[in-house]
């Protein structure tokens, strides 16, 4: 089983952006979504950004992900 966690791009630096999480905040590829650009929302795993995800699904998913962390 894969986990993939939403995080939002707040740098893109050629096939690599700064995302964040929280108060994580990792550096990740994003070669196979050449298109994604700062402010949207990616499914990560294993350091790879590997979807692109609808703000609003991201932001529910990251809430209840909190909730769960309490």
Same mark, same amino acid.
């Given at each position: 089983?894969?986990?993939?966690?939403?995080? %939002?791009?707040? !740098?893109?630096?050629?096939?690599? /952006?700064?995302?964040?999480?929280? #108060? &994580?905040?990792?550096?990740?590829?994003? $070669?196979?979504?050449?298109?994604? %650009?700062?402010? !949207?929302?990616?499914?990560?795993? /294993?350091?790879?950004?590997?979807? #692109? &995800?609808?703000?609003?699904?991201?932001? $529910?998913?990251?809430?209840?992900?909190?909730?769960?962390?309490?």
């Amino acid at each position: 089983m894969c986990l993939g966690i939403p995080m %939002k791009i707040k !740098d893109i630096k050629g096939e690599f /952006a700064t995302v964040e999480a929280g #108060r &994580l905040i990792r550096t990740i590829n994003v $070669q196979m979504l050449p298109s994604v %650009k700062v402010g !949207d929302y990616v499914i990560v795993h /294993a350091g790879f950004a590997i979807q #692109r &995800l609808d703000p609003q699904k991201a932001k $529910q998913t990251l809430r209840l992900i909190h909730e769960i962390h309490r």
